[in-house]
């Protein structure tokens, strides 16, 4: 018997591990941050909404029962993961980070790496292309407003909500996303260069595949660094982790 699981979601692996550990008898609840107006839910027992910061999330894991927790959300989620480990710390209880593996290069790839989108907007004006191809989600964009040279295709799930660079169009579109899918609209549209985030995983990696096809660079926003919490990278081990913990 293990204790009652809350996962922190927002990722398909986060969907995974509530499925398996669900199937598997497991007292799993899964929370969203509710930024989605359609999200993908996962089975079983979700919450929506923020904590109202480490103290809300502590007051929570408490009054919810909650004998351990996984940080699943996705690897560009910062402060939902720094409230995770605060609100585990103070609680007394285990605190275990699922975050699937980053992209890497292979032959034929020509990736600039960059720490933030700031450094990605800038690396843009370096590289000399035209027409680029945003992926790196509606939060952030405002680092791209001020560029009115360049032409934007901004591929988001959401609308934005912030201020766009003057020449672009807006796709509203959510993964998974294909190879044959990704080299039509990079045709379609005149794309000379891609820019991602090191977001990592199967569903959103087609682009990278299309950029290399068309031997274009592809701007890579590395992932913030993050310390201190006990880490794996499937959802098999957190599953493996969840079931080793102790009845509360
Ligand atoms: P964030 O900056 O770390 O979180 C902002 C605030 O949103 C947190 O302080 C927390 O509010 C609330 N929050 C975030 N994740 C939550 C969760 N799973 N359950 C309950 N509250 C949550 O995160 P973000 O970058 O805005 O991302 C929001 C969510 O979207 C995350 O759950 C993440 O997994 C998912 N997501 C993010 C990205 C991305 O590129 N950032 C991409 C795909 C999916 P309180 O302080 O009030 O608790």
Redesign the pocket.
């Known amino acids: 018997m293990t204790p009652r699981i809350l996962v ?4 398909a692996e ?1 969907r995974a591990l509530a499925q398996e550990l669900g199937a598997a008898g497991v007292a799993v609840v899964s ?6 107006a359609r999200p993908r839910l996962p089975t079983g027992e979700v919450r ?6 480490p103290q ?2 502590e007051r929570w894991l408490v009054e919810h029962a909650i004998g351990a927790v996984v940080d699943a ?2 690897p ?6 720094v ?1 995770a480990a605060q609100a585990t710390n103070s609680a007394g209880l285990p605190l275990l980070r699922l975050e699937r593996p980053g992209w890497e290069a292979g032959a034929g790839d020509c990736w600039y790496w960059v720490d933030d989108l700031p450094q990605a907007a800038a690396a843009l004006r370096g590289l000399g292309a035209d027409r680029v191809l945003l992926t ?2 509606r ?1 952030g964009l405002a680092a791209f407003a001020h560029d009115d040279v360049r032409w934007f295709l901004i591929r988001c799930v959401d609308p934005p909500d912030v201020a766009l660079p003057a020449r672009h169009e807006v796709l509203l579109e959510r993964g998974p996303y294909t190879l044959e899918g990704e080299l039509a609209l990079i045709d379609a549209h005149c794309i000379d260069v891609v820019v991602t ?1 090191d ?1 990592g995983g199967r569903l959103t990696e087609a682009k990278l595949h299309a950029a290399r096809h068309r031997g274009l660079p592809v701007v890579v926003v590395r992932r913030p660094p993050r310390q201190g919490v006990p880490t794996v990278r499937t959802v098999a081990e957190a599953a493996a982790w969840a079931w080793r913990q102790p009845p509360g």
């Open positions: 922190l979601g927002g990722t986060a929370s969203l941050a509710g930024r989605v929506i909404g923020g904590f109202g910061g809300g999330l959300t996705h560009f989620a910062e402060r939902i993961s409230s790196t989600g939060q985030k977001s």
